[in-house]
């Protein structure tokens, strides 16, 4: 599906699933290289940047997720980009909601012509990337919400249950970790690169910047989930094994009160001629007591050395 948005002279073309009609089309259009065509069709693992004469290829993988009952679907989705001087084209094979609603932030803005979005395409892009990390913020938010709830359960008796919902979470993380894990490093690069291609625009240079700086803001959110997530872990095992530990030491003690008991019971209900007590008739009251005894001097010695 091909969409294109325009803003006086600025055009976005976004390519959702794109058919090789779709990508031939733009890449006659726009003069893309033909490796680059290649690329917009078939996915790469890693991200990447390359500059040519005439734009930049851009290669970004960002963490998506679909809720369903408070449960997560998250994946890596990849995004091309291919910014040149008046255009700028997208292309990936779902949609993403954060360019979706981008899309119509846009075309408002075109229509209206309330913001001025700026004399090049690399200012379409920065505007893009940022409500992508903005979106990228909401989600570590809705995470972070969740380690919440999760604690307020962990310290109200539901340890057991927060296993699995602490390594949902902690999936959740880990696609965060995985898909940004790169994008240092490509936003560096790219920000040199932009440099160069935009050298005619000197302000353009506090806005590469400031792309690398909503990285970092989302790389931090998402450290910080992560340490939160890990120390709750912890806290979970520790509080799972403390209760794991009482209930052995529990049966321990039953087991300690009873072997007495059962060895007085075997030793009386032993088969032979001649037995002490054989001809008591209070014998089993004897007997009783005698156990009874034994229960509470046990008791008394496990209270005095605290042991229960």
Known sequence: MLNTYQYKKLTWIDLQAPTPNEVREVVDKYKIQ?????????????????????HIYLILHFPTFKR???????????????????FIITAHDKEIEPLRIFAKSF?????LDKRQIGEHAGYIFYYMMRAIYNSLHDELEYTHSSLNAAEHKIFHGEEKNMVFRLSEINRDVLIFRESLNLHKEVLTSFEAAGKRFFSFDDKF??????????????QNSTQNCKDYL???????????STKQNEVMKTFTIMAFFFLPLTFIGQLF????????????????????????????VTYALFRRNKWM
């Open 34 to 54: 033909p490796l680059i065509a290649e690329e917009l069709i078939t996915p790469n693992v890693k991200p990447k940047v390359d500059i040519y004469p005439e």
């Open 230 to 240: 890990e120390e709750l872990r912890r806290t979970n095992d520790s509080l799972l």
């Open 269 to 296: 209900g032993m088969s032979i001629h001649y037995f002490p007590l054989e001809n008591d008739p209070n014998a089993f009251w004897e007997i009783g007591l005698t156990m009874l005894a034994i229960v509470v």
């Open 107 to 111: 075309e408002i803005n075109s229509i």
């Open 205 to 218: 240079d506090y806005y590469l910047r400031d792309i690398v700086g909503e990285f970092y803001k989302v």
């Open 68 to 86: 369903n009952d408070g449960l997560s679907d998250g994946s890596a989705q990849e995004i091309d980009f291919i910014i040149g001087k008046d």
